[in-house]
């Protein structure tokens, strides 16, 4: 019985988080200095655009492109070359979508780069390991052999890596399943 309801449960907070999870934005091929049009669904207007960096994406914006009242935007891209971003939109009522990663691509053009134009080192997932050996005679450092994290090490850095990728549930889903919860289990 326990079981029944509970599937039940589940099911119905999946079909109800399938009604909300239609706000989305596109993965667009970015280029240094080039227009790129950006694309979302609709949604509650104004939204929040960021450019920010892939590897740390509640961190600081490296752009933030304003409120858009339209479904769409097109953006010179004024970050380097090599750059891994992603871009965060949120609407007016805080909902939340997320392109995948892109690395921005090289271009002959670098007129719209300054000196304080955004940039992240991409990550190699590569790290150097320094052994230092004491000995009563003598103190030396070696380099030892190189080694690339796996599992959760590096969970995401890379699309192919095997890492999920999770939406939370927004605050009106949660409710709702909460309250359909509690009605079966009345029952």
């Known amino acids: ?11 119905a907070a999946l079909a109800i988080q ?7 934005i596109t ?13 979302w669904t609709q949604s509650v207007s104004p939204y929040n655009l960021l450019v920010v960096p892939a590897d740390d994406v509640c961190g600081e914006a490296l752009v933030d492109l304003g409120n858009q009242t339209s479904l769409s935007t097109s953006w010179t891209v004024n970050v ?11 609407d007016a009522d805080g909902n939340e979508a997320w392109s995948g990663t892109m690395t921005v ?12 134009t955004p940039s992240t080192a991409p990550s190699s997932g590569t790290t150097q ?17 190189t080694f690339s994290p796996a599992g ?24 709702v399943s909460g309250l359909l919860a509690f009605i079966v289990f009345a029952l």
């Open 27 to 39: 993965t667009p091929s970015l280029v240094q200095c080039a227009a790129s049009q950006i694309t």
């Open 152 to 175: 959760a090490a590096n969970a995401g850095l890379a699309p192919a890596s095997g890492a999920l990728s999770i939406r939370p549930l927004s605050a009106l889903t949660s409710v």
């Open 129 to 145: 390991v320094f052994m230092l050996t004491i000995s009563p005679s003598s103190t030396s450092t070696s380099a030892t052999t």
């Open 18 to 24: 399938g009604v909300f999870a239609d706000f989305t």
């Open 1 to 11: 019985m326990f079981a029944t309801l509970f599937s039940i449960t589940l099911l």
């Open 80 to 90: 380097a070359s090599g750059t891994q971003v992603v871009l965060s939109l949120e």
């Open 105 to 116: 691509a090289s271009s002959s053009d670098s007129s719209c780069l300054t000196s304080s």
